[in-house]
């Protein structure tokens, strides 16, 4: 059996492949966000919880469930996606998870009564289009930093943390490599879609080891549902009803004295209440990079693409990715 993990950088087109691609493979079991997203948040977001925990406990529990829905389905492939397994946004101790990732595969590998073989597929996206998506999509990002200029700012002061630490693909792709080992490890590449999108998915679909190929998919879609090539990228917000808003405003003035109240039914009740009040609106568009911002941003990232580069075997800068020149070497230099 071959287990295939995908992952990725937010707005890599992960849900295309979700609904597109993966989903579409008649020889292929398809768990989307783990199956189940219970066990997922108890074994793999570590960061919601305060108390100090054995978390390779929980990851045999989510382990043993996960092998139950695998031994029933009798297939030969399974592809398991989850955007926010190693994402660099929100609660996930990103870390953990890789290693939490790895705990997983020891312990199937352990349980199983067949060979069973891993990979893991991860989606990267050049930074400077990734950032403005990020920051558009994502309304509690743009809602604490209202202007994009001011977020770029936090993020040259702050490099390590956010999105902008895990931009930095050459050092994920180094710990990946050194975990699950190097031919079981995937980068591709998110602007190659614009480019081939046929030979990229057909790329994809050779790595999971699928028998179908593209010609047999439904695969035409629009890729970048929150760009117009006129207008932007549109930056999402959202509003409130007046009950929806008091409980927030309450809930964030004293944070931390609701921990203890998170697991009972009033307060799920009224996180329910407030998630279901949201309405989403279009605050306005971001279309370019201000220039002044273009230089700092290129230095952020120069070092690690044209490490990366050579990581891959890819010319980067044909992807727009500063500095990701493929020097192809000699043969006195090898």
Do not use: C, W
């Amino acid at each position: 059996m071959v287990i295939i993990f995908h992952t990725g950088y937010h707005k890599t087109a992960s849900e295309y492949l979700r609904k597109k691609i993966f989903s579409q493979l008649h020889d292929v079991l398809y768990l989307d966000q783990f199956y189940t997203k219970n066990f997922y948040r108890k074994a793999f977001e570590q960061a919601i919880h305060k108390q100090p925990k054995n978390s390779s406990l929980l990851i045999s529990e989510f382990a043993d469930y996960f092998l139950k829905k695998i031994k029933a389905k009798k297939k030969d492939i399974v592809v398991v996606s989850s955007v926010d397994l190693i994402s660099y946004h929100g609660h996930n101790d990103v870390e953990l998870n890789m290693v939490q990732l790895l705990r997983l595969f020891r312990y199937l590998q352990d349980n199983y009564d067949e060979k069973i073989e891993f990979k893991v597929m991860m989606t990267i996206r050049n930074q400077k289009s990734a950032l403005k998506s990020f920051y558009s999509f994502f309304r509690n990002i743009n809602l604490r930093f209202n202007t994009f200029s001011k977020f770029i700012q936090y993020g040259l002061k702050n490099q390590h943390e956010m999105v902008f630490g895990g931009y930095h693909y050459d050092l994920v792709l180094e710990d990946m490599r050194m975990l699950y080992g190097s031919d079981n490890v995937r980068f591709f590449v998110y602007e190659k879609i614009n480019k081939d999108v046929k030979l990229y998915l057909q790329d994809i679909l050779n790595f999971i080891g699928t028998k179908q190929n593209i010609e047999q998919l439904d695969y035409t879609q629009k890729v970048n549902v929150n760009s117009d090539t006129k207008k932007g990228h549109r930056i999402r917000g959202v509003k409130y009803n007046p009950i929806a808003n008091l409980i927030l405003k309450i809930y964030r003035y004293n944070e931390q004295g609701f921990t203890s109240f998170k697991n009972t039914t009033i307060f799920k009740m009224a996180r329910l209440y407030v998630v279901k009040s949201e309405k989403i609106f279009i605050k306005g568009s971001l279309k370019e990079i201000p220039q002044e911002l273009i230089p700092d941003i290129n230095n952020m990232y120069r070092n690690s693409n044209e490490r990366l580069s050579q990581m891959l075997g890819i010319d980067l800068e044909e992807y727009g990715y500063i500095g990701g020149r493929l020097e192809v070497k000699n043969d006195k230099d090898i």
